[in-house]
């Protein structure tokens, strides 16, 4: 029997969690670059892309990235809970038997699988928009867990698109989540 099964509001949560922390963060970076003393465009480049901002960039990314397979994941698990399981048959043996087995105990289905389980599932499919945004997200944070070398060239204003599209995407209204990751979290 399987126990501990997540809601979608626990996917919920955590997911925006991390879009709210991420844009925390670059509006800190942005009141730093306010107080600078910057000269020029080439000095805002310069400030934009040294290390301590390109490693924060890859973090905001890979949270980024987490929260929409989060979100993709509690709409597909609020549908039922075997369209999250990787390989339903291998599992089949350890959700079958007596003895309780904890959901994160089960392997789940691949994130390259996440939008086109999704769209099984659900009439109004992924948008084009999110699709991209995903599987782009998915690349860079596969690039920074296996190589630590992300290879990419974002800037803050993308990264702020793909928190608003992945958050139009699965959520509600972006100025209501950061009302409620203010007041209720």
């Not at 600078?36 to 290390?51: K, M, P, R, T, V």
């Not at 659900?122 to 690349?139: H, P, W």
Request: glycine fraction near 2%.
């Amino acid at each position: 029997m399987i126990i501990n099964i997540p809601t979608e509001s626990d996917y919920f949560k955590i997911a925006n969690n991390n879009l709210n922390i991420v844009w925390d963060n670059l509006f800190g970076l942005v009141s730093e670059y306010d107080h600078a003393e910057i000269i020029n465009d080439g000095d805002i480049q310069f400030y934009l892309n040294c290390s301590y901002h390109r490693h924060n960039k890859a973090t905001w990314l890979v949270l980024i990235q987490a929260a929409s397979e989060l979100f993709i994941k509690g709409k597909i698990l609020n549908m039922g809970n075997q369209y999250l399981i990787d390989d339903i048959r291998r599992n089949k043996i350890k959700t079958e038997c007596e003895e309780e087995v904890s959901f994160s105990d089960l392997k789940s289905i691949d994130a390259s699988k996440l939008t086109k389980k999704y769209n099984e599932l659900y009439d109004e499919r992924v948008s084009s928009s999110f699709d991209k945004i995903f599987n782009e997200l998915r690349k860079v944070r596969n690039q920074i867990m296996h190589s630590a070398l992300p290879d990419f060239e974002y800037s803050i204003y993308e990264i702020i698109i793909f928190i608003l599209e992945i958050q139009r995407q699965f959520g509600e209204l972006w100025v209501i989540s950061r009302n409620r990751y203010f007041f209720f979290y």
